[in-house]
């Protein structure tokens, strides 16, 4: 198992930044893909960003496609979210979600391991 532990949110105005980080324990933590969710009140949990198990393929939303970037550093067991030009919209919480076997997709029901969550909230 792997655990994981989702950190970084925070009150932003917008047009402002914002780096989450998810930080990993337990298994070997460079064999598995990793994505970020976000839930907003009343919605249903989205995709947001996805990473492979080695970095370098990475998918995105097209609402954050431009302003995000996911990216992971092995070493430290912990993939980040870089948000730019935060926008009243991006308000949610956001989960970093792990999953077995490297391979990158886009529904949570595809993912195995999950973090706490971390509130995003922009201001207009």
């Known amino acids: 198992q792997v655990q994981l532990v989702g950190s970084g949110g925070g009150l932003v105005q917008a047009g402002g930044s914002l780096r989450l980080s998810c930080a990993a324990s337990?298994?070997?933590?460079?064999?598995?893909?990793v994505g970020w969710f976000r839930q907003a009140p009343g919605k249903e949990r989205e995709f947001v960003a996805a990473?492979?198990?080695?970095?370098?393929?990475?998918i995105y939303a097209d609402s954050v496609k431009g302003r995000f970037t996911i990216s992971r550093d092995n070493a430290k067991n912990t993939v980040y979210l870089q948000m730019n030009s935060l926008k009243p919209e991006d308000t949610a919480v956001y989960y970093c979600?792990?999953?077995?076997?490297?391979?990158?997709?886009?529904?949570?029901?595809?993912?195995?391991?999950w973090g706490q969550g971390t509130q995003v909230t922009v201001s207009s």
């Open positions: 979600a792990a999953r077995e076997g490297g391979g990158i997709r886009r529904y949570p029901t595809q993912y195995d391991y």
């Open positions: 337990g298994r070997t933590f460079s064999r598995y893909a």
């Open positions: 990473i492979n198990w080695s970095g370098d393929v990475t």
